[in-house]
Every structure is written in C-alpha cells, then in structure tokens.
C-alpha cells in the first residue's frame, strides 16, 4: 500500500461517510437504505470530479496540443528547383526517377 490516492476514491472513507450520513438521518427519523445512499454519494463525487476537471481545464495557462499524425516523422531536404520553374530539376527527386515518363 504505497501508492496513495485521493480521499474520495477510498472505499473505506465512502463507507464511512454512508455511516455518518445514515446515522444523523437515523436520529432525525429519516430511513436510509445504505446502498441507495452510496450510489447517491458516488454520483456526486463523479459529478464534482467533472465539474473539477472542467474548472482546471479553463483556468489553465497552456493550451492543450493535440498531437499531429507527423510528429515523429524526420523531417527531410528537397533539391531546390530551377529558377522560374515549380518543379523539381531535370532527373527527378531521388526514387522518382520514372515520374517524368509517367507523366
């Protein structure tokens, strides 16, 4: 039991939680079925988590990078073309010698 957590992701601090609220409720003449009480106390904790996560998400100071497909592609050099001319020298781009004659 090395990695810690956070308090409301702990069973036993829900259990105990779902006592206290029953038990209060109990003196007041209220009848609380325990399940249905930790269902509701999970459904809270799931909606604060969004709501939490949403509130992060806005006061953040970077913005989020979505992660482009050519991230980890190597970058590489073409020949440069010809002056007044958009394409490539007489010959081709290496591995394209053919594309002149298909062309």
Do not use: C
Not at 21 to 41: F, N, P
Not at 54 to 81: C, H, M, N, W
């Amino acid at each position: 039991m090395n990695e810690s957590k956070p308090w409301w992701q702990s069973r036993t601090v829900i259990g105990a939680l779902v006592v206290i609220i029953s038990s209060v409720a109990g003196l007041y003449g209220i009848q609380i079925d325990a399940g249905t009480l930790t269902e509701i106390i999970l459904q809270i904790l799931a909606l604060s988590g969004g709501v939490v996560a949403i509130y992060g998400r806005v006061k953040a100071e970077r913005p989020i990078r979505r992660k482009s497909a050519a991230d980890g592609l190597q970058r590489v050099e073409l020949p440069p073309t010809r002056p007044g001319t958009d394409h490539a020298p007489k010959g081709g781009l290496p591995g394209f010698e053919d594309l002149d004659r298909i062309l």
